[in-house]
Nanobody, 122 residues
Framework: QVHLVESGGGLVQPGGSLRLSCVAAGSISSINVMGWYRQAPGKQRELVASITSGGSTNYEDSVKGRFTISGDNARNSVYLQMNGLKPEDTAVYYC????????????????WGQGTQVTVSS
């Protein structure tokens, strides 16, 4: 009912930049929080960054100072600007959104995108 569409992944050299985008669509009344997770082969999925509808942000320690998360409440979208990319940033990045589907019913949702590959290599 709620689906997320991600874009912006690709291959980049160390020190390069990428910008990931995610837009949520479907039965959405409001979104409380959106975030980016990543999962490398053989590793568990980890939270990279998140942002609430009020603008509060949270970052994984290794990306602080390099990545910036931002959101557009009107467009139900979230972005991740990634600068100074390192090989250890290589992973599949997933967008996540949680919120309320209906003003009247109070039904909530927790949706995930399909993932976009980010590869940092020379």
């Amino acid at each position: 009912q709620v689906h997320l569409v991600e874009s912006g992944g690709g291959l980049v050299q160390p020190g390069g930049s990428l910008r990931l985008s995610c837009v949520a669509a479907g039965s959405i009344s409001s979104i409380n929080v959106m975030g980016w997770y990543r999962q490398a082969p053989g590793k568990q999925r980890e939270l990279v960054a998140s942002i609430t509808s009020g603008g509060s942000t949270n970052y994984e320690d290794s990306v602080k100072g390099r990545f910036t998360i931002s959101g557009d409440n009107a467009r139900n979208s979230v972005y991740l600007q990634m600068n100074g990319l390192k090989p250890e940033d290589t992973a599949v990045y997933y967008c996540n959104a949680a919120g309320r589907s209906s003003r009247w019913s109070g039904k909530t949702f927790d949706a995930w995108g399909q993932g976009t590959q980010v590869t940092v290599s020379s």
